[in-house]
C-alpha cells in the first residue's frame, strides 16, 4: 500500500466493516476482460469467508467457471470534506479491498445455511423458515476463501469552511 499512514491494520475493525457494509463489489475476469458486479453478501468472522448470492446464470457465472480468482471490494463513505479550492476537498471513507478463490456452494445444508445469514443480515425481522427445494435450486451461492486482504481510510478532518483560517 502507498500510504501506509492511511492503512488498517487492525483485524477487528476489517472485520467490523465487513459485517456492517451493506453492497460489495465482486472483480471476475475471463477472456482478458474484467466485469464487476455489485452484490449483497455476508462476511463470517468464523472462517472468514464472504458468502454471497445469484442466480444460476449470468457472465459473473462464466467468468467464475473460467477463472475462480477473484477480488471483492466494500466501501463505508463517512462524508464529503467540502474546502476551498475545491481541488482541496476530500472524502472521509473506509474501504476493504480483499482477493481469493470463489466457488458454488453445492452442498445443500451449506448452501441454506449461507442463505440464512444473508437473510439475518437484510432481513433480520423476518421470521426464520426453513428453505424450500424449490428456493435453493433456483439460487446459487457463491463462498470466497479470502487469501489477501487490503484496508485503508481516510481520517475525518476538521472541515474548514473559512478559507483564512488554514
Request: charged content about 30%.
Amino acid at each position: 500500500m502507498r500510504r501506509k499512514d492511511k492503512e488498517i491494520t487492525d483485524k477487528g475493525e476489517i472485520e467490523e466493516i465487513l459485517s456492517s457494509a451493506m453492497v460489495g463489489r465482486l472483480g471476475t475476469c475471463a477472456h482478458e476482460m474484467p466485469y464487476i458486479t455489485p452484490l449483497n453478501f455476508t462476511y463470517e468472522k468464523e472462517s472468514g469467508k464472504i458468502f454471497l448470492h445469484c442466480a444460476n446464470e449470468g457472465r459473473k457465472l462464466e467468468n467464475i467457471r473460467i477463472n475462480p480468482h477473484v477480488c471483492f471490494e466494500v466501501e463505508e463513505v463517512k462524508d464529503v470534506i467540502v474546502k476551498q479550492p475545491t481541488c482541496a476537498s476530500s472524502v472521509a471513507y473506509r474501504t476493504i479491498i480483499l482477493f481469493g478463490r470463489i466457488k458454488v456452494v453445492s452442498d445443500v445444508q451449506a448452501k441454506a445455511y449461507a442463505l440464512q445469514k444473508l437473510a439475518d443480515k437484510y432481513a433480520p425481522q423476518n421470521p426464520k423458515v426453513p428453505f424450500t427445494d424449490a428456493m435453493l435450486n433456483k439460487t446459487n451461492v457463491l463462498e470466497i476463501e479470502i487469501s489477501e486482504t487490503t484496508a485503508k481510510r481516510s481520517p475525518i478532518k476538521p472541515v474548514i469552511t473559512d478559507p483564512s483560517k488554514k
